[in-house]
């Protein structure tokens, strides 16, 4: 286990140098009596190390994490693709990171000019009309994206539209997200194969149907084929289509969602554009809508004329409020726009083929291990699960996940979507080579086999890791993150 930094601490020792107090000696005199009360009586409990010492303290530390630098990261519906350092030191440019949302537009020139072409080419990919990106991660898109469907509704005086459908596939922030909008979720069970049951659909579709909310590829990996039938069933009521875009790594250059019946979608820019992202941020979830729903979407849009760049207002008196303050997470749509651009249209087309070659090879390999329910090609993820090692041996998903770290991998995304039972969902990116798809697949049939040979084992792993198997239950209600001083 590895030394904390206060018991590295050695008396005397230091590693900084504190430049002079410039406080004059009487400035305590000049604090007002109220808040002496808060000055410390004693120094405070520092850890004394030098440099050295605080520098591989904490280099030790970020090698028991994990990374994608420094392995394959398979979470499902999640795109851990890797993040070309190019994109960064460009976003930690000074030109970008000293300028203030209230500098006078004549000032910000360049950093409009980005947010406005990204704006175009995120409503060209998608073909989308336009496009905010105001929405700072995936379900504030979500909850964005819905609102705008509530204003649309309610413009038109349809104030009796009150309930989403949307498939038992969904991502969990979906009903999340209707909920906060102040809609009604009515859940639509899928079929056999894995896509949205049409029949079901025409069954519950009604006049109080707001819209309908769809991934696509859905979270078994699969493309919903019939989406054009579903938005023929939805606008005949004068719902909207909205499409979840977790999962648009799949689609670049192939699909855009605009033109096969979607009318609002949001984008994840931290996981489809290529922006580091995990525990919580950094995030970004633009949303694009149809020529119908423009008006309503937050104001300001990022407009142009022959001045220039600008803020552009002139919608909002139809547009719902503002989502964020000043204007999103501009350091993410800057990396966004540079992955585009070095990209091109090409390029992005060669993501999404090679994901869906990953994933269809590693599918492939592991599918004589482990139990697959839908064999047919999947898109850029696929979902295996463990159902044969929990009925033959009392191995679960679980166990399986965690003896995966002692294999040097993070654990795909488990047990979603919750219509499969014991899942593992699987998403390798186009960002893998040929022989780290080989080396995860290895480790993973290495499993499949001591799951037969020592079950016993996988119920104690990890079994290498700085932290063994925590009771995640006890952990979640009794969260410590302190270290007691």
Known sequence: MSKTIFELSSPGRKGYTLPKCDLPDTFKAEIPQQYLKFMRKSAPRLPECSELDVIRHFIELSHKNHFIEKGLYPLGSCTMKYNPKVHESIARHTCFVNIHPYQPLCTVQGALEIMYELQRDLSEISGMTQVTLQPVAGAHGEFTGLKVIHAYHQHNGNHHKNKIIMPDSAHGTNPASCTLAGFEVIELKSRPDGRVDTEQLRQIVGDDTAGFMLTNPNTLGLFESQVEEIAAIIHSVDGLMYMDGANLNALLGIVKPGQIGF???HFNLHKTFSTPHGGGGPGAGPVGVVEKLVKFLPAPLIGKNQDGYFLDFSHKETAISKVHTFYGNFALMLRAWVYIRMLGAEGLRKVSENAIINANYLKFRLAPYFHIEHTEHCMHEFVADGTKQKKEQGV??????????????HAPTIYFPLIIPEAMMIEPTETESLQ???????????????????????????LTTPVRRVDDVRAVKQLDVKFPI
């Open 436 to 462: 780290s798809l080989d080396a995860f697949a290895d480790a993973m049939i290495e499993i499949a086999k001591e799951v037969e040979t020592n079950p016993d084992m996988l119920h104690q792993a990890p």
């Open 263 to 265: 009318d609002v979608m």
């Open 396 to 409: 679960s998903t679980l166990d399986i996940a965690k003896r995966l770290l002692d294999k040097g991998y």
